[in-house]
């Protein structure tokens, strides 16, 4: 037998998915849920966060619960360069920063070395959709803070190798505060170390992607000869 939460989330989820309730409408109050549904306000608010974890209704703090508008789908293309989204707004800041801890080993300089950081946070209208953080040799570090229309390009050296590692896993705290998601909705992580043509590490970037709206592709292709080559 399905649980109280379950059958509030089942009937919310069904009035959304129908249309009776549009996206970006606010939904009663969670007083006025619970005495709809006859149950306690834990109990309103446990059946809230199923749909919280879906993605499909919002608390936003001060203002009460939404409904979220259809996520835009992330395909990452490992191996290629990630060029800007059409119609998201993108957010960039720099802070100037010393090499530290595993900053040092990934740029493969010593702890102190001065950097220059560019946390860039991209929206889809008023939804947050990805988060990255970059870390540049404070010399390789463009003059001019890059706009939506040539981020994330902060590296003009030719480059050799880029190395990408993937993990999936709960989003810290402070991710999923800026990305308004459930802090139990995994995310897709991504380091990219990228190396010149002499050997310098030129750039570490960490990306942090909502796991319910991401897809990662790769594609390998063959040479005539047999051997491969990834991109």
Known sequence: MASRRHIIADDLRAQIST???????????????????????PTLRSALALLQAEGLVEKVHGKGNFVRPPFRRITYLGGSPTLPTPGLQ???????????????VL???????????????????????????????????????????TWPTTVTTPLAEVEERFCARLP??????????????????????????????????????PGDRTEAVFTTHYTPQGRRAEG
């Open 107 to 149: 740029l493969r300089v010593p702890a102190g070395s001065p950097l220059t950081e560019f946390q860039c946070l991209s929206h889809d209208g008023t939804s947050p959709h990805s988060l990255s953080r970059v870390y540049i040799p404070r010399d390789l570090a463009p003059a001019v803070i890059p706009d939506e229309s």
């Open 172 to 209: 810290t705290p402070l991710e999923a505060a800026t990305l308004r998601i459930s802090p139990t909705l995994a995310v897709l992580a991504i380091t990219r170390v990228a190396t010149d043509t002499a050997g310098r590490v030129v750039e570490a970037a960490f990306l942090t992607l």
């Open 19 to 41: 249309g009776r309730i549009k996206a970006g409408d606010r939904l009663p109050s969670e007083a006025q849920l619970a005495a709809r549904y006859t149950v306690s306000t």
């Open 90 to 104: 993108i957010s960039v800041c720099t802070t100037k920063i010393r090499a530290r801890g595993h900053l040092s």
